[in-house]
């Protein structure tokens, strides 16, 4: 297996999450640390370190994206299965002898385990469970694994064919995580978290209602609608995106109204909502109570919605 690690400026805790890789129970793996450019002391870190039973390759280059960075450690991954882990984050202890027995028994295209927050799935009781594209698609899209990629297992010549869009700069996990979905025939669900996931405050939030800079709401629902067109052939996986579609527009919209500054993107977001309204009432998990939410967000003036939503707040 190999383990990459994109970093930048990561020398208060890129230590920690190789250490973790170093105690997995004798696992022999190779880790790919690329260093993306980083201005702090990362470099000299990871150089002096030792490991026992890690095969560690450094691999510098100028400050092109954590996206970039991932490509660049797929291209000089030699191991079967690839994962992905950021710099802050630490494995479980014993879990890639845990999933090391998937690979070898089922030779998988994908494993897909839980979040730490996930709660107890009701798939199965076993532990792991071969699941369907619209199961695996489900998983990703109510939480219990979602876009986060320290949680999934990848098999590495699926990988070079996907690959991450460098234009994509938020959700770009999530939407390598579905293209991946779309090339997997054998999907595995493991029923446990794979590692330990650190939310630095410094770091991108992946709260959509966080997210209030006009470019990061525009671009989050423009690659749910890119996600949606590659799921046209399987109607119900679909379904399950457009639900988180309209979601997040919904979200977007409702955050905006508190942020004047953003008028462009509030438009934008309500223009889009707009379209969706006449499928809105044919889509079976779109609730009664939202579609009525989704139409008043589009057609109410936007003065009045702000002032219901203070006397809400009030």
Same mark, same amino acid.
């Given at each position: 297996m190999s383990i990459i690690i994109p970093v930048f400026n990561g020398h208060n805790f890129i230590l920690n999450c190789l250490r973790s890789i170093e105690n997995q129970d004798n696992e022999e793996v190779e880790v790919i640390v690329v260093n993306d450019g980083s201005t702090d002391d990362t470099k000299n870190i990871v150089e002096n370190a030792t490991f026992e039973n890690i095969t560690l390759k450094m691999i510098n280059q100028s400050n092109?994206?954590?996206s970039s960075a991932r490509n660049t450690g797929i291209r000089e991954a030699r191991?079967?299965?690839?994962? *992905?882990?950021?710099?802050?984050?630490t494995l479980i202890p014993n879990i890639l002898f845990e999933t090391k027995k998937?690979?070898?028994q089922h030779n998988p295209d994908l494993i897909l385990g839980k979040t730490s927050s996930a709660s107890q799935s009701s798939l199965t009781n076993d532990k792991?469970?071969?699941?369907?594209?619209?199961?695996?698609?489900e998983k990703v899209l109510n939480g219990e694994t979602g876009g986060y990629l320290g949680c999934k297992i990848f098999k590495r010549n699926i990988s070079k064919e996907v690959m991450f869009d460098k234009n994509i700069n938020i959700c770009e996990d999530l939407y390598f995580t579905?293209? *991946?979905?779309?090339?997997?025939?054998?999907?595995?669900?493991?029923?446990?978290p794979l590692y330990n996931?650190?939310?630095?405050?410094?770091?991108?939030?992946?709260?959509?209602?966080?997210?209030?800079?006009?470019?990061?709401?525009?671009?989050?629902?423009t690659v749910i609608s890119k996600i949606q067109e590659k799921f046209h052939k399987y109607p119900v996986a679909e379904k399950y995106i457009y639900r988180t579609l309209i979601?997040?527009?919904i979200d977007g919209i409702i955050t905006l109204l508190s942020h004047p500054d953003n008028y462009l993107t509030l438009k934008k977001l309500r223009y889009q909502l707009r379209k969706e309204i006449p499928k809105i009432f044919l889509k079976q998990n779109i609730s009664f109570f939202q579609s009525i939410v989704a139409v008043s967000l589009a057609f109410v003036p936007i003065a009045i919605l702000r002032k219901i939503k203070q006397k809400i707040k009030d």
């Open positions: 092109k994206g954590v191991g079967k299965y690839l994962l *992905f882990l950021d710099a802050d984050d998937i690979l070898v792991t469970k071969r699941i369907d594209m619209n199961i695996a698609v579905l293209l *991946f979905l779309l090339r997997s025939n054998k999907i595995f669900w493991f029923k446990e996931y650190t939310q630095r405050v410094d770091s991108i939030s992946h709260s959509f209602s966080n997210l209030i800079d006009e470019n990061n709401n525009w671009k989050y629902v979601s997040y527009e």
